[in-house]
């Protein structure tokens, strides 16, 4: 079901946004009067926003318009107003000219709930026979911006491994998922200041994690990161890479006998993939009412999350669940 459904999802993902079908619970009554809301912001979130559209929006009175830019994108609009709901894959930022501000001095307040959990996969595709793990000192080589210690071929990480160049794929700088692989791999080791903050910028990128996937299984060399769904749907040419969790304390403390760990629902939920293991939210100025309260409501619910895991992500903990459902109130 979770192959067919997301399979769906991906084909419509190509136009530019989507209006929710009629439900066909059982165990709902459409309401006639439906109120028209707007989603933008992550790729990732996506799958989980228009299942749940799928699944409640007519039980909920809710006729859902969604689409992708990215989670910077969609907060981009969310802060000028133009859409009800921002998909996030990293929280909002705020301090100084940040988006929270962005957002309050435009009279929005945003109003975060987390809605599932994610784990990002490296993959490279199927052709490559030698990468069966990769440290996460290692991935820094690979996206870092510093030349002194830049690895371009994979020889350059590994002796015994092909004396050709790495071909990169990932998301672009809106994507909530680049903001997070930059905090967890390059800023652990380069810092989070300075002209290569971000890491290097020759590479592929795209907002759009199925193009990421043609790109990267189309390529000898290819290396590429994105949600563990979208990995998960496309084994059939790309294999994840296990990874080493080999530095901890800011990476200067190397970790005796760290063994791989795979990208698994398991592993993320268990807290053993790191540090490639995030929440995933979406936002709403102030905290939702009427029947867009009820639909977030549905979507936290038993059944909402059982949603969350047809679609390829991690269903929240009993505990953040009622956490989530105490703070729609």
């Not at 299942?51 to 992708?68: N, V, Y």
């Not at 929005?108 to 599932?116: H, M, N």
């Not at 510093?146 to 690895?151: E, F, R, S, V, Y």
């Amino acid at each position: 079901m979770r192959s067919a459904l997301l399979t769906a999802i991906l084909l419509v993902a190509m136009l530019a946004g989507c209006t929710a079908p009629q439900s066909t619970r059982s165990d709902c009554e459409p309401k006639a009067d439906l109120q028209d809301i707007t989603i933008d912001g992550s790729s990732t979130v996506y799958p989980i926003a228009e299942a749940w559209a799928e699944e409640f929006a007519a039980c909920a009175g809710i006729q859902a318009s969604i689409a992708f830019s990215g989670t910077g994108g969609g907060f981009q609009k969310f802060c000028r107003g133009e859409i009800q709901v921002s998909d996030a894959s990293r929280p909002i930022k705020t301090g100084s000219g940040s988006e929270t501000e962005k957002c309050q001095s435009a009279g929005i307040t945003p109003f975060e709930i987390q809605v599932a959990i994610d784990g990002l996969a490296v993959v490279v595709p199927n052709s490559n026979t030698w990468v069966t793990d990769l440290k996460v000192s290692e991935l820094n080589r690979m996206w870092t911006a510093d030349p002194a210690k830049q690895a371009n071929t994979w020889q350059d990480l590994r002796p015994e491994w092909p004396a050709e160049a790495i071909e990169l794929f990932g998301p672009g700088t809106n994507s909530g998922t680049f903001d997070y692989f930059v905090e967890v791999i390059i800023h652990p080791f380069d810092g989070s200041s300075g002209a290569g903050s971000k890491g290097r910028s020759d590479y592929t990128p795209s907002e759009d994690d199925h193009v990421l996937v043609q790109g990267v299984s189309g390529a000898k060399n290819g290396l590429a990161y994105f949600g563990l769904a979208y990995a998960e749907e496309s084994s059939s040419l790309l294999r994840t890479v296990p990874i080493i969790q080999d530095t901890k304390d800011g990476g200067k403390t190397f970790i005796s006998g760290a063994q791989p760990v795979a990208p698994t629902a398991a592993t993320v939920e268990g807290g053993t993939y790191t540090p490639l293991a995030r929440p995933l939210f979406m936002y709403t100025n102030g905290a939702p009412v009427g029947q867009l309260q009820e639909w977030f409501k549905l979507g936290l619910s038993s059944a909402g999350q059982e949603v969350v895991s047809e679609v390829g992500y991690i269903k929240l903990n009993e505990a953040k669940r009622t956490e989530m459902l105490a703070k729609l109130g």
